[in-house]
C-alpha cells in the first residue's frame, strides 16, 4: 500500500498551488491529502495538521512548501506512522527558531519590502504580498497570468505567527529531502542549503533560475522527489 502524501501549503499561498503536483500524484495512485493550513501561529497551525495526519491510515510522506516547512518540521515529531519529509522551499527550523530569524539569517530576501499589512480586530497583523509586486517576488518562474491569479487567491499569515519559535524537530528522527529554486526571494538559498545540510537531507535538488514557487512550474521535479521519499 502506497503512503499518503499529505501537503501543506505556507504562507501567501493556497491548497490549490498544489494543483499540478496533486494532478501527477493522483495519475501515480497515491492517496493525497492538500492540508488547510489556518496560518495563524505554529503550534497552532502544527496541532491542526496533527489532527489531520491522525485521521490518515498507513504510512505518510509530509511534504511542506515554505511557512508549511515549519508545521511538518513540529506535528510530525513523535509521530511513527510520518515515514519521511519533504521540504520545498521551505523552513527546516531547530528549537526556538523561528521563519523570521532564519530568512533573515543570510542576505538576499527581499520579502519584507513586498509585504502589505492589515490590522485585525485582536490587535495582530495579517500579512500579504502587494499584488503589483507578487509576480516577481513570489512566482517569477510562472506566467504573470498564473501569478497574477496566485496573488488574488493568496491567504494571509499573522506577523506572529512569522516571529513564533519551533519547537523540537521532527528531522532529528526522520529522514528528509530538500527541493529549491537558487533565486528565491522569501527564503535565501543560502539559507535553504544551510537547513538541508543541517537536517542531513538524503537529496537536496537546487532549480537554477526557481522561484519561492518553483515547484508549480516544476510539479515533475518535486513528484521524483515524493515518490523518493515515498519508497525510503
Known sequence: MKPTIVLVHGAFAESASW????????????PVIAAANPLRGVK?????LRATLASVEGAVVLVGHSYGGMLITNAATGNPAVKSLVYVGAFAPDTGESAAALSGQFPGSTLGAALSPVKLPDGGTDLYIRQDVYHHQFAADSTPEAAAV??????PITEAALNEGSGEPAWKSIPSWFLF???????????LRFMAERAGSRRTVE????SHTVAIPEAAALVDLIREAAAG
Open 19 to 30: 494543483d499540478g503536483v496533486i494532478k501527477l500524484l493522483l495519475a501515480d495512485e497515491y
Open 44 to 48: 497552532y497551525d502544527s496541532d491542526q
Open 150 to 155: 496566485l496573488a488574488v487567491t493568496q491567504r
Open 181 to 191: 529554486g537558487s533565486d528565491d526571494l522569501n527564503i535565501p538559498a543560502a539559507a
Open 207 to 210: 532549480l537554477a533560475g526557481g
